[in-house]
């Protein structure tokens, strides 16, 4: 091992590689809680140099995990001792941007939020923004097909990804950097890298797609008396203000009420109503849009669509309003322990779905069960954290079944965009049948035969 380790020393040189017990003065999940576990962390400098990197790595059969922003939630980037893990995180550069054709390329360890205040310099928006911008990075975004609070919009983003460089289990660089909106010259080769959690190759390089930026933003927060308010709200919003709805966010009470109770939040309304709503508007009229947004949102309250609404009058206002969706931190602590969940499912579906959970967590965990819903309901995900005392690994397992069993009957998905990682990996047969599990392991065995980009993650 001293000896694959000095080799990779001498590709990398004494900034790129991290030894000994300063591997464990390294986080190994975004609160804190763990610590890096690998017996190295390589944190190469090119794209060149992964390779090289690499190649050593497979000639070796030493097995390799790509970390990026420990942003995730399942255990995606997780090292054991005979682990080594790779960091891009010397690889942040945004390269070229182009105005007209409305790309930008950047290297895989670029900070979400980088990359989206490049592209606003140049009057150009990277839509995928979720609230661990500044610390997630554009290829653990890639590596997890990640969404976040503009899907509803923009998509997730596989959507936003024209092109991408990649470097296999062997050392093997692919580059397919494409800028081209349409290209069906024969497989798309990147999409098999975009939601593979470096399973199949690490992302060195993205040519990411841009927006015009909008020259406005109007934001508010909407109460309904209950889902299926939202449901009509979220139906009329559609057809008034067509592509410009931006963000359909919906909390539970029991996400807002506990979220406002902290003391660290002004509430911009009341508790007490059946589900609260962040919408967001965006567009190019600053004369006109804001009594557009306006008048839409009085004609909802008159049709008896929503109970309450306040609309932010400044971006200090809007910003407040999404430091409540955003208070993750605040919103585990308040939960623990318990169990973090993102899941899809029909939106129709959703108040009965969330109603039966409730009714089945509390026969089988008891009144110390709590259980706090909030989402991107606009384009069919819910969050959902659940948790009970005593909490032991058998109450975990209770957890977890009783939210996933709902899903299969539903169509639904036990991942709407954090990943599969270890969490779910046991889980992943609800989602998906049979033989398309059986089509990803030939992927993966042609790809990476020896196994070690990733191994045990997403596939068992």
């Known amino acids: 091992m001293s000896d694959l380790i000095d080799q990779i020393a001498a590709i990398v040189g004494p900034q790129g590689l991290i030894t000994g017990a300063d591997v464990q003065e390294r986080a190994a999940d975004f609160m804190g809680f763990t610590r890096c576990q690998a017996k190295a962390i390589v944190r190469p400098a090119s794209t060149a140099e992964l390779s090289a990197v690499m190649k050593l790595c497979h000639a070796a059969g030493q097995t390799v995990v790509a970390a990026g922003g420990n942003t995730g939630l399942v255990q995606g980037n997780v090292c054991t001792p005979d682990d080594i893990q790779v960091s891009l995180e010397r690889m942040r550069a945004v390269g070229e941007i182009d105005p007209v054709g409305r790309t930008m390329v950047v290297e895989a360890g670029c900070v979400v939020q980088t990359a989206q205040e490049a592209a606003e310099a140049q009057g150009l928006k990277f839509a995928v923004d979720w609230g661990?911008?500044?610390?997630?990075?554009?290829?653990?975004?890639?590596?997890?097909?990640?969404?976040?609070?503009?899907?509803?919009?923009?998509?997730?983003?596989?959507?936003?990804?024209?092109?991408?460089?990649?470097?296999?289990?062997?050392?093997?660089?692919?580059?397919?950097?494409?800028v081209l909106l349409k290209n069906n010259a024969a497989y798309d080769l990147k999409q098999l890298f975009i939601g593979s959690e470096g399973t199949l190759g690490i992302v060195t390089r993205a040519v990411l797609k841009l927006h015009p930026a909008p020259l406005t933003t109007q934001t508010a927060m909407l109460a309904c008396a209950d889902f299926a308010a939202v449901q009509r709200l979220f139906v009329e919003a559609g057809r008034q203000l067509g592509p410009g709805l931006t963000s359909f966010e919906v909390m539970w009470p029991s996400f807002y009420e506990p979220m406002i109770a902290t003391g660290k939040h002004t509430p911009p309304l009341p508790g007490g109503h059946g589900c609260y709503i962040i919408l967001e508007m965006s567009g190019t009229d600053p004369e006109g849009d804001p009594a557009r947004f306006e008048g839409v949102l009085g004609a909802m309250l008159e049709a008896g669509l929503a109970d309450d609404a306040v609309i932010a009058a400044s971006k200090g206002q809007a910003d407040q309003i999404w430091a409540i969706r955003d208070d993750i931190p605040a919103l585990f602590a308040f939960t623990a322990p318990s169990v973090t969940f993102d899941v899809s499912l029909p939106i129709r579906a959703m108040d009965a779905y969330v109603a039966d959970l409730h009714e089945r967590a509390l026969a089988r965990l008891g009144e110390t069960m709590k259980l706090v819903v909030f989402g991107h309901i606009g384009d069919g995900n819910l969050h959902i954290l659940l948790g009970a005392q005593p909490f032991t690994a058998e109450t975990k397992h209770v957890i977890e079944e009783l939210v996933y069993s709902g899903l299969k009957p539903l169509g639904g998905s036990v991942s709407a965009e954090h990943g599969i990682g270890l969490e779910k990996r046991d889980w992943l047969g609800v989602t998906r049948s049979p033989d398309e599990i059986a089509l990803m392991k030939r992927l993966k065995a042609a790809l990476d035969p020896a196994n070690i980009l990733n191994p045990g993650k997403v596939l068992q």
Do not use: K
């Open 132 to 178: 661990a911008r500044g610390s997630a990075t554009i290829g653990g975004g890639i590596a997890t097909n990640a969404g976040g609070n503009s899907v509803v919009r923009f998509g997730m983003m596989r959507d936003n990804v024209l092109g991408l460089e990649a470097v296999l289990a062997d050392g093997t660089i692919i580059s397919s950097m494409n």
